[in-house]
């Protein structure tokens, strides 16, 4: 199962959950500037949400993928206090046809750099990697 993990960043909050989720995933934390190769069958991505927005840089981004280069999105957002900052992320994705998982990650951009921030975003990863192996799986058989 191929993985990738992009993220697009202005303060570095987003990056630094990106890369507590790249090892799980095993694959590096890359910016969304770093083109995708090949069919990617989950891709975590990350934003953040300015004044209850996506950035318009990531939404073209968005809107560069396909669902046949990318087969799942798992999404994780930071911002300062929008909790729902995923689901904005999640029916933009939705919108432009591509899939999404449910478990998705939100971090307050406060919090970024707490200790515990680390275990919880691990956890996040480790539960979609859980999730697309059995999804594979049933797949397969």
Partial sequence: MKTAVRYYSRTGNTKVIAEAIAPVAGCQAESIEV??????DILFLGGAVYWGKIPGTLKEYIKSLSPQQVKCVA??????ILEGASEIYK??????DLKVMKET????G????????KEETEIFAEKVMNQAS?????IMN
């Fill in 35 to 40: 083109p995708l190769e090949g069919v990617t």
């Fill in 75 to 80: 999404v994780f957002t930071t911002a300062g």
């Fill in 91 to 96: 029916v933009f994705l939705k919108y432009h």
């Fill in 105 to 108: 990650y939100f971090c307050s």
């Fill in 110 to 117: 406060k919090r970024v750099y707490d200790a515990r921030i």
């Fill in 134 to 138: 059995i999804m594979n799986q049933s």
